[in-house]
C-alpha cells in the first residue's frame, strides 16, 4: 500500500506520541517532530507507511539511545494476554467451528497496536473480544483460509505486535502445527513482537520462530534477513497478521493472506473494508498505481 497525504498527519502523531511514551522532555518532543517533518517532506508517496514508521522509531531510538523504548508497555500487554489466554482457550475449544473462533480473537488481539494508540485499556481489550465472539467473520473467506491451510506445505505466519502474540497462538494451536513457522521482527520497534515475545508467548515450544532481521513496523522485504525471503518465498501460504504487515506486503503476493482490524481510513479505503472491520484477506496482485492524494 502507497502512503496517502492523510498518512502524514498520523506520522507526526505517531513521533510525538512515541517521543512523550519515552520521556518528559519537551526538547525531545520537538526534535522528533521537527525531524519527523523533515523526513515526510522527502518521503515519496509511492513508498509505503511503515517505511516512514521505520524512520521514526529508529531516530527515536538514536537519540535517546534506548534500543526498546516500548519494552514495559510490550511485557505488560503480554502479560495481560497471557492471563487472558486460558478463557480464550476454552472458548475456542468448545466452539461449533475452533478454527473460525480462533481466526476471529486472533483478529481481535490486533486491537493491541501503540503506533495508532498511545494508550489501551483492559476494558477496550474485554471489547474487543466480545465483539469477536459475537460477530463473525465472513464464512466463505475462513473456509477459504481452512481450505488453503490444509493443502499448504509450508506456511509462514507473519505476527504482528506483543501481547496480540498469545491471541495469534490460540489460531496457530489450529492449523497444521508441523508445517507452521512463525516470523517476528528482527529488532525493537514500536511494540512489535520480537523472540522474546514469542518465548512469553509459548510459541516457540509450539513451532519453530525466526526473526526477519529488520526493524520495520511491517514487512519490507528488501529489508529483511536472506533467511527469511527465502521462507518467505518458499512458503505455500503466507498469514500476515496485522495492518503494517497489510500496508507493506498487501497486492503483491497472490500466496498471501491478511488478517487484521481495520484501524484507519486509508487503509480501510485501500482494502475495500470499513473502519473498525476485522478482516479476512486473500491477496491478488494488482497494477501500481500512480500516487493521488487519495
Known sequence: ????????????????????????????????????????????????????????????REATGNPDPYRRIKEQSNAMALALYPELQRRVRESSDPLATAAALAIAGNIIDYGCRSELSRPQVDEA??????????SESVARLRSRAEAAER??????????????????????????????????????????????????ALVPVIDNGSDAPGTLLDACSGEFRARFDASDLVIAKGQGNY??????????????????????????????ERVVLHDRPRAHSSPSGR
Open 1 to 60: 500500500m502507497r502512503t496517502y497525504f492523510e498518512c502524514v498527519p498520523c506520522f507526526l502523531r505517531q513521533a510525538l506520541e512515541a517521543a512523550r511514551i519515552v520521556s518528559d522532555d519537551a526538547t525531545l518532543h520537538e526534535r522528533m517532530l521537527r525531524e519527523t517533518l523533515r523526513m515526510a517532506a522527502e518521503m515519496p508517496f509511492d513508498r509505503s507507511p511503515p517505511e516512514m514508521g521505520q524512520r521514526i522509531h529508529r531516530y527515536l
Open 129 to 138: 473480544i466480545a465483539e469477536a465472539l459475537r460477530t463473525p467473520l465472513d
Open 155 to 204: 506456511i509462514l505466519y507473519l505476527a504482528d505486535n506483543a501481547g496480540e502474540i498469545v491471541f495469534d497462538r490460540l489460531l496457530i494451536e489450529q492449523l497444521p502445527r508441523e508445517r507452521i513457522a512463525v516470523a517476528v521482527r528482527g529488532t525493537p520497534v514500536i511494540n512489535d513482537a520480537t523472540l522474546s515475545d514469542a518465548e512469553a508467548a509459548g510459541l516457540t
Open 247 to 276: 500496508e507493506t506486503l498487501g497486492g503483491a503476493h497472490a500466496h498471501t493472506v491478511f488478517l487484521f482490524m481495520a484501524k484507519c481510513a486509508v487503509a480501510a479505503r485501500d482494502a475495500g473494508c470499513r473502519v473498525g
